[in-house]
């Protein structure tokens, strides 16, 4: 009730920068750039605290919060349930090949054979990352009864085993799984993870999803290992650079993709509004944040 709200969801990195010292708090999605810069110039003037109603924080300089004495906290667990769910229909769109024999239909087509598609029971799906999206992609591509395996250098052999999922290094898992869902974080250590020569180590005619981060996988090399075959089909919700323009994605056959809506649905966006204005609200009041990320 005492919190005077601006809205301005089209603001430029110039406008947000030269504007930002008069807020106390800063609440964003993915689009802004939440740099050393803005962070500077609001940690000399008003601004405690940064809000992202998401997972990633890879949009904020958290570093350079940290150092201008602004508090970031975010969202982890509202959109979880809608991400595994994207990611799921990702899986079934390039199982079925649903959004080009969508496309053929609606052109007037009616080619029944060129849409082929093949079963998920009992394919190997492999989860890169176990988190909370993961867990629940696992959960729902087991009752598709589906093997699941995943590699995660952070969760325990027994944490997995609890989710009826086998750990694997990360050799194995490319090697063997028919499918790949990766779910690891925007970070210096997973940039480009996805590279030719991890690309060329995938079992032939993987298909991969990415409802993560878009610089997970280098997407030069990923439209050359559709090209050649080796990988079938790729459906990415995230892009190395959003929107891809000008990207060989962009028309190629074999991919699905989406426009970062993975974590876009009523309910989720509702709940990482919620979660984090109590938040923002919490630190402003001068009280610890649920999610502090620094
Ligand atoms: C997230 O990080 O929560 C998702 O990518 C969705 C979003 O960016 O809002």
Redesign the pocket.
Known sequence: PHAELVERPPITQEELAATIADFDALLV??RPKVTAEVLAAGGQGRLKVVG????????IDVNAATQAGVTVV???T??TVA?AEHAVALLLALARRIPQAHASVQAGEWKRSQFMGTVMRSKRLGLVGLGRIASLVAERAQAFDMEVVAHDPYVSAEYAANQGVQLLSLDDLLATADFISIHVPGTDQTRGMFNAERLSRCKAGVRIVN???GNVIDEGALVEALNSGHVAGAAL??YAQEPPVGSPLIGHPKVVLTP?????THE??RQ?AIDVAEQVAAVLAGHPARYAIN
Not at 52 to 59: I, L, M, S, W, Y
Not at 260 to 264: F, L, R, V
């Open positions: 999605r993915s992202r109603a998401g997972v990633g924080v890879d949009n975010n969202a982890p509202g959109n991400a409802c993560a981060r919700d995230v970062h809506i993975a974590g876009s989720a966006q990482v």
